[in-house]
């Protein structure tokens, strides 16, 4: 599903559509277009399109609630969403996360960006659906893409009656991005990008799995983790460091391209539960915390540089002297009013 696929591409700029247009359709991608979200909900509605590029600012209907509504819907929660956003604006990405965003793109766009986060969500819908197919023969009610919290919450009780409902606990969230991906998008063909990408967040998956965390969904060049068992603070941290273990030991391979990552993590109340999206071409499941809890841990990784992970006081009042963090004082974040302690995780002093 890569050449050949239907893209809609939603802007009210026509300069900006026209663009796309070009870049896409030069490729083979046959394109559609809409000026404002509902606009966009409309043309879906009709004709769903294999992948949605959408605008955050925009008359009538903005980007974040027409992702909002597809992502509510049943016939269109599916297909994948990359919302545009200016540069460095985190909190565009925080509210698209919210509304249930696949990926996102810097604008003013770069070309080969562009491709390779287009290809990208087309490959990962192009699996998942062929996981979902599998999963429909087969009556598998439990496969890789359901999160290992929703497994357990079954596992305990077959009727589920906790699936879908929300409830406030104390967690620990880890947001993880890849270091400089607009860079290695121009180094790299889009093919060898997404395989560079795959290699490195197969890996990563496992570590987080080791350590008790689960995935809430990945969003092409990273992902956000949550840790919600006993210890789920010592548990991230561990994560944290065997994440950057696992990249530097699959940087050690001299015929691998080098990556980098940076990471952020926070502690505290958040509101956490399952999702089901139940859609035409399949099922799909949703592991979620939301609240100041992850706009922190966001805002962390943002300020982290490449091969750091950063942690808030709140996590590291649960650590003990097993740990080596460097203290950096407290730091003026992005759109967090007041001032707050963050802390290096170095290692540990085993």
């Not at 706009?295 to 962390?300: C, F, S, T, Y």
């Amino acid at each position: 599903m890569s050449a050949g696929a239907t893209i809609l591409i939603v802007d009210d700029e026509p300069f900006n559509v026209d663009y796309l247009e070009q870049e896409l359709e030069d490729l083979g991608y046959q394109t559609v277009s809409a000026a404002n979200g509902q606009e966009a909900l409309d043309l879906v509605a009709a004709d769903p399109p294999d992948l949605i590029l959408l605008d955050v600012m925009m008359p009538v209907l903005d980007g974040f609630a027409a992702c909002t509504r597809l992502k509510e819907s049943d016939d269109t929660r599916l297909i994948p969403v990359i919302i545009m956003t200016a540069l460095d604006a985190m909190e565009d990405r925080i509210r698209g996360i919210e509304a249930g965003a696949d990926d996102f793109l810097t604008k003013p766009v770069d070309p080969r960006e562009l491709i390779a986060r287009i290809q990208t969500a087309l490959k990962l819908k192009q699996a998942m659906d062929r996981k979902l197919a599998e999963v429909s023969r087969a009556k598998d009610h439990f496969a890789k893409f359901v999160p290992e919290a929703v497994k357990r919450l079954v596992a305990e009780d077959p009727d589920a009656p906790e699936l879908g409902e929300k409830r406030e606990r104390e967690v620990t969230v880890l947001f993880l991005d890849i270091s400089g991906y607009s860079r290695l998008s121009e180094e790299l063909p889009a093919d060898a990008l997404n395989e560079l990408v795959e290699r490195y967040f197969s890996a990563f998956l496992d570590r987080i799995q080791e350590m008790g965390g689960d995935i809430n969904e990945t969003a092409g060049d990273g992902f956000m983790a949550i840790f919600q068992d006993a210890d789920h603070a010592t548990r991230s941290v561990d994560a944290a460091l065997a994440l950057l273990q696992a990249t530097a030991a699959l940087n050690s391979d001299a015929d691998q391209h080098p990556l980098q990552i940076h990471m952020g993590l926070n502690t505290g109340t958040a509101l956490v539960g399952s999702t089901r999206f139940e859609g035409a071409r399949g099922t799909r499941w949703t592991f979620t915390a939301s609240g100041p809890v992850t706009n922190l841990a966001a805002r962390l990784a943002g300020a982290a540089e490449a091969g750091q992970a950063l942690i808030g006081a709140d996590t590291a009042r649960f650590l003990t002297d097993r740990y080596r963090l460097e203290d950096l004082g407290r730091k003026q974040l992005k759109n967090i009013a007041d001032p707050v302690e963050v802390y290096r995780i170095i290692g540990t002093s085993e």
